[in-house]
C-alpha cells in the first residue's frame, strides 16, 4: 500500500495507446470515480464519446475537458428507466455520428442494504430499473447500431457475486442478474457480430470508497489508512485498483484486441479472487 493512499494505486508510468482510434462509445451512469475515469481514458485511446447521466450540468463540465483534448463529446441528460427517454437516447446517437462501436452499461443504483429476507422488495425493484432492466434495454436498442459496426456491449458488474455477506444480499441480487442477463445477450447477439463482455472490480479507490473508508474508521475508532490496509489485504497485490486501472481494463473489451472475446467476465481486483 502506498505511504498515503490518497496518490496514485501503481507506480507504472501509463501512456495512452490508440486502441479505440476513432471509435464511438456509450457510457450510462457517467459520474464520479468509475464512470468519469471510463469517460477520460476511452478520449485518451481516440475514441469519441456519447456521455449519458441524468444531471446536465455535471456532464457538461465532463465533456469541456475531453473536448479540450480534441475528442468529440455529446453530452446527453437522461433518465435510463424511462423507455421513452432510452429509445430517444439511440435515436439521437445513431444520428448524431452514424455509427456505434460500444456500449457501457456502468450506471447503478444503491439497493437496500438489509439481509436478504427482509428486503424492501418495492426499493429492490426500483434499484434493478438501474442495474437490470436499463442495461437489457439499452442493449436491445443499439444492437442494429453495433451490429453494423461489429461492436460490443460491456456491463460493469462487481466482486460482491463472489461473497455473500447478509447486508450485500440485493446488491449481489442485482449483479447476479446482470451476469446472467451479459451471458442471454452474448448468445444471442453473437450470430450478428456483437460481443457481450462484463468487468468486475472489487473495491475501487475512488472518492465514494474513500468516503466508505473514513465511515468505517470513524466507527471502529482507527484511521483511513488501517481501513485502507484491511481492504487491501486479501489481495495478491496488496492494494486496490484505481478507477484509471478499471477503466483501461474495461476499454480492452471495447478494442479490436479482444475481437474474439465474448461472454466472459473479467475480475479487477488485485488479485483478492482467483476466478
Known amino acids: 500500500m502506498p505511504a498515503d493512499p490518497a496518490v496514485a494505486t501503481s507506480d507504472r508510468i501509463y501512456r495512452p495507446v490508440p486502441l479505440l482510434q476513432d471509435k464511438v462509445v456509450v457510457i450510462s451512469g457517467v ?21 449519458v447521466s441524468r444531471t446536465e450540468r455535471k456532464l457538461e463540465r465532463l465533456a469541456e475537458k475531453i473536448r479540450a483534448d480534441g475528442r468529440t463529446v455529446l453530452p446527453i441528460p437522461a433518465d435510463i428507466t424511462d423507455e421513452e427517454q432510452r429509445a430517444g437516447l439511440a435515436e439521437r446517437v445513431v444520428a448524431e455520428f452514424g455509427r456505434v462501436d460500444c456500449l457501457i452499461n456502468n450506471a447503478f443504483a444503491i439497493p437496500p442494504m438489509d439481509p436478504i429476507t427482509g428486503i424492501d422488495l418495492a426499493a429492490l425493484r426500483t434499484a434493478n430499473e438501474t442495474n437490470v432492466f436499463a442495461p437489457l434495454r439499452l442493449s436491445a436498442l443499439f444492437a442494429d447500431a453495433l451490429a453494423a459496426s461489429r461492436g460490443s456491449v460491456i456491463m460493469l458488474n462487481s466482486c460482491v457475486s463472489y461473497s455473500s455477506q447478509p447486508e450485500y444480499s440485493g446488491y449481489k441480487l ?24 462484463s468487468v468486475a472490480p472489487s473495491y475501487v479507490y475512488e472518492d465514494i470508497n474513500k468516503a466508505y473508508f473514513d465511515w468505517l474508521a470513524a466507527q471502529a475508532g482507527v484511521t483511513h489508512e488501517d481501513i485502507y490496509r484491511e481492504k487491501a489485504a486479501p489481495t495478491d497485490l496488496r492494494r486496490l485498483a484505481g478507477p484509471e486501472e478499471v477503466a483501461r481494463a474495461t476499454l480492452f473489451l471495447a478494442s479490436d484486441l479482444a475481437t474474439a472475446v465474448t461472454g466472459q467476465m473479467l475480475t479487477v481486483d488485485c488479485g483478492e479472487f482467483h476466478r
Open 174 to 197: 442485482s449483479k447476479g442478474a446482470l451476469a446472467h442477463l451479459a451471458s442471454s445477450l452474448a448468445t444471442e447477439l453473437g450470430p450478428r457480430g456483437i460481443r457481450v463482455n
Open 31 to 51: 459520474g464520479p470515480g468509475l464512470g468519469t475515469a471510463l469517460a477520460v481514458e476511452a478520449a485518451g485511446m481516440g475514441a469519441d464519446l456519447v456521455l
